[in-house]
């Protein structure tokens, strides 16, 4: 059994206010539900009651087998709220998405021209004081004297390691620590959709997002 619920000023906005659209909500995500059941489709059986209450409409969802017994795990129990998160908010998704998108393409650029200006601030300066010069220097010896293929994943850790030294010290920038919280936020925006919990900042060495700076690093030392 389940209870999924909204908030009075999102199932107004929504849509979702009225029994006929939950209805076509566990519909359209029926063979989601069954898998995260682990219930083959054609055993799945499933009741909603629509309970139009003043701060929070909710469905009460019970679903079963009329076949072999079911199974929800908590990976399941994830995959049914971000199927429900997902198609409810679709419209808000997208738009978080494109705005993070934008986002990216803005901080990626900002840090290539950063990364661009060190490196020919480091041809000049053998011996530099300055941290993120250090490293810069550090990473092109490294390159030079590395015969095997100069792309982040198949360098070795060493390296690896100095790329993401050279990424964190990028994220102390002003404009790129900016455009890194901003991104962060609007994650946290688009997650907060289907999930409860607040999820923290992602650094920006360790961001997915992210991973084409530590080529376009990589690019700058053996251009």
Do not use: C
Not at 40 to 46: G, K
Not at 127 to 147: C, G, S, W
Not at 156 to 184: C, F, G, Q, Y
Request: proline share 4%.
């Amino acid at each position: 059994t389940h209870v999924v619920s909204l908030r009075r000023e999102d199932a107004e906005r929504l849509g979702y206010n009225n029994a006929t659209a939950w209805k076509k909500l566990v519909r359209r995500n029926i063979t989601k539900i069954a898998e995260a059941h682990k219930i083959s489709v054609t055993d799945l059986q499933w009741y909603g009651a629509f309970h139009n209450t003043g701060h929070h409409p909710h469905i009460h969802l019970m679903v079963y087998s009329k076949g072999e017994e079911g199974h929800l795990s908590n990976k399941g129990l994830d995959s049914l709220r971000s199927a429900f998160g997902n198609d409810i908010f679709r419209n808000e998704q997208y738009q978080l998405f494109q705005m993070q998108t934008a986002l990216r393409q803005e901080l990626k650029e900002e840090a290539q021209l950063r990364i661009e200006g060190l490196v020919s601030m480091a041809e000049w300066s053998p011996k530099p004081a300055d941290v993120m010069l250090q490293l810069i220097v550090t990473l092109k010896k490294q390159l030079d004297e590395h015969p095997g293929k100069k792309v982040y994943g198949y360098l070795p850790k060493r390296i690896k390691a100095t790329v993401n030294e050279i990424v964190a010290e990028l994220a102390k920038d002003p404009n790129i620590a900016r455009l890194n919280s901003e991104w962060n936020q609007i994650n946290r925006e688009k997650l907060s959709l289907y999930h409860e919990k607040e999820t923290p900042d992602i650094p920006l060495v360790d961001n997915q997002e992210f991973r084409s700076i530590k080529n376009a690093i990589i690019r700058a030392m053996i251009n």
